[in-house]
């Protein structure tokens, strides 16, 4: 059974530009979440889809930032324009039903906006 | 939510048991606690979870006294491999909607 896989791995972008994440959850987990440390911080709760709604978007830093999930399945974390401080590793977790506070984390996409 | 205290780093040698302590004393009646394991360029990744006394499966044992305000993850004969940070989560998952709220973590250094 394939994880939960993000792309790209690695990307550098100018401030101002915009850079589109992707994740693709474990096939059939309902929830989708994206998480991202930046520099020195603790990793930090972006928000939560369940199947294609926003569950809970509460650690969204901004209106520069818009995620979608498309049919439930994949999901995309758009940044526009993109900040200096906007640097950062950014995860994404599936899960589906079992233990609440298990869930599945991709490998993550290494962000730096220079 | 209940704010976890754990130590920054710690250092051990392969083949002996590791213990990493968590304190949260302001845990709540419906906080469960988790264990999750990041090694580098990489993930978290889901270790152990429990209420109360001791959970144990095939990767770590949780030990959590009647009180709940810490627990201990114990890591038997560790290995070169075992080098990760590990993050001790608390609180109440179901009602969080699985919202996991990650604190500094412990990096443990196992060392030849």
């Known amino acids: 059974e394939a994880g939960v896989t993000q792309f790209p791995s690695h990307s550098v972008i100018e401030k101002g530009q915009t850079v589109t994440l992707r994740c693709d959850p474990i096939?059939?987990?309902?929830?989708l979440y994206w998480y991202r440390r930046v520099m020195g911080k603790e990793i930090k709760f972006l928000l939560h889809f369940v199947k294609e709604s926003k569950q809970d978007e509460s650690g969204m830093p901004n209106n520069r930032f818009l995620a979608e999930r498309t049919g439930g399945t994949y999901s995309t974390l758009k940044v526009q324009p993109a900040e200096l401080e906007d640097s950062g590793v950014y995860f994404c977790?599936?899960?589906?039903?079992?233990?609440?506070?298990?869930?599945?984390f991709g490998q993550g996409t290494r962000l730096t906006v220079v | 939510l209940a704010k976890t205290t754990q130590p920054i780093s710690m250092d051990s040698y392969e083949g002996q048991e590791v213990n990493i302590t968590c304190s949260h004393n302001n845990i709540a009646t419906n906080d469960y606690i988790t264990w999750y394991q990041q090694f580098p360029s990489q993930g978290p990744r889901f270790i152990i979870q429990g209420y109360k006394t001791k959970v144990t499966n095939e990767v770590a044992s949780l030990f959590i006294p009647a009180d709940r305000k810490s627990s201990t993850l114990s890591l038997p004969r560790v290995s070169l491999s075992d080098t990760a940070v590990y993050y001790c989560l608390v609180g109440d998952l179901a009602g969080q909607g699985g919202k996991l709220i990650f604190g500094q973590g412990t990096e443990l250094s196992v060392k030849p």
């Open positions: 977790a599936s899960s589906q039903g079992g233990r609440p506070g298990e869930a599945f």
């Open positions: 096939s059939g987990h309902d929830n």
